[in-house]
């Protein structure tokens, strides 16, 4: 038996608890279900595949819903998981103990997991991945924050991570209408804590990515310039997130020559192959079109990425299209070539040898 409880909260998820039940289901942890108030099938199907199914009324405090499930853990390690992600893995169930136990051994640290987020789109199909702390002994960890809850250690102090070799799939990740109303009800619950804790850059950053998913990159820029004002690790995820993002939104309000900006804090984040690949999207943007290049080519010899294609076919793409349009055709070709079924850089293939260039 597997020492772990995993615990799940949930409102209105009859399109995705299933399946995340359906592959949970495999192992031999315990599954606990805590119910929000959901006015359609989810109860009905989570007890399909577990007895231990709980209520809890809704009361804007994501933590007090998670901590509550909790507490109906029988089993010291928690695993917390949302509706909408599905484990990946098809470890057999000797395999999946082997895989966990020497995460047995860190009861005072809490673990990461590996959530892959799709990305849809018309032109091309792409994933992000981040890692998020959601395993921990119960007896040393509880959950802090109303919305974007953290774990945070009983004794108090700063948190100590390992990374937990279980990956997850995002499913409602991909839904852009279901991504923006939980923005905004998130953005109502972020606006209420940074009232009740202003001094949080965490706080900032979330509420910087939901507007940043509403649209509203304008109001994004305010908020991560809020959240990038104190003093901030730049090692941790989270702020790097946070000023790429900050740098997106710029990009969004055309304001190109404040993003240079940039320049300044290149030395601190330029090991992550997302950054140098935005800092050629803002050289391109300021038509500093040899620092553009320059940027998209070190960003193919960049390993730790995010996200999908930036240290590889979509940098290529870039660096492709400044050729083109400077009306170097071989050249461009060369780069569309590296970028594999990428349907833009297809295009831009045929384009060229509509040309008759070879």
Same mark, same amino acid.
């Given at each position: ?7 799940? =909260? ?43 199914? *709980? ?80 395993? +921990? ?74 507007? +940043? ?16 004002? *104190? ?45 140098? +690949?935005?800092?050629?999207? =803002? ?12 940027? +998209? ?62």
């Amino acid at each position: 038996m597997l020492p772990v409880s995993v615990c799940i =909260i949930t409102k209105n998820e009859e399109q995705y608890i299933g399946t995340c039940l359906e592959k949970l289901s495999r192992y031999d942890w315990e599954i606990i279900v805590t119910d929000t108030g959901s006015t359609d099938r989810t109860v009905e199907i989570a007890k399909r595949y577990t007895p231990n199914v *709980f209520h809890f009324p809704w009361i804007n405090d994501f933590s007090a819903a998670r901590n509550y499930c909790i507490s109906k853990a029988s089993r010291c390690w928690i695993l917390n998981v949302d509706c909408d992600e599905y484990l990946t893995c098809s470890d057999t169930p000797q395999e999946m103990k082997r895989r966990l136990s020497p995460c047995f051994q860190l009861p005072q640290q809490a673990g990461m997991i590996e959530i892959i987020n799709p990305h849809a789109s018309s032109i091309n199909d792409t994933v992000s991945v981040e890692h998020i702390a959601r395993f +921990f002994h119960k007896d040393y960890y509880t959950y802090q924050g109303t919305v974007h809850e953290q774990p945070a250690p009983i004794a108090g102090g700063p948190v100590s991570y390992f990374s937990l070799p279980l990956s997850f799939y995002h499913a409602g990740y991909s839904d852009e209408a279901v991504l923006k109303k939980k923005a905004a009800r998130n953005i109502q619950l972020l606006e209420q804590a940074i009232l009740n804790n202003d001094k949080d850059p965490y706080l900032y950053y979330q509420l910087g990515q939901s507007h +940043f998913v509403t649209g509203d990159a304008r109001k994004a820029c305010d908020a991560f310039e809020q959240g990038l004002s *104190f003093e901030v690790d730049p090692n941790l995820q989270y702020v790097r997130t946070m000023v790429e993002s900050y740098g997106y939104s710029l990009l969004q309000l055309k304001k190109y020559e404040q993003a240079l900006q940039f320049e300044g804090i290149y030395e601190t984040f330029c090991s992550h192959a997302d950054f140098v +690949f935005l800092m050629g999207l =803002i050289y391109m943007n300021n038509a500093m079109f040899d620092e553009a290049i320059a940027q +998209f080519l070190h960003a193919t010899d960049v390993p730790d990425h995010s996200v999908d294609g930036v240290n590889s076919y979509l940098a290529y793409y870039n660096a492709g299209v400044i050729y083109e349009c400077a009306g170097m055709a071989e050249e461009a070709l060369g780069f569309y070539e590296k970028c594999g079924e990428y349907q833009p850089a297809l295009e831009g293939m045929a384009r060229l040898r509509k040309g008759n260039v070879t």
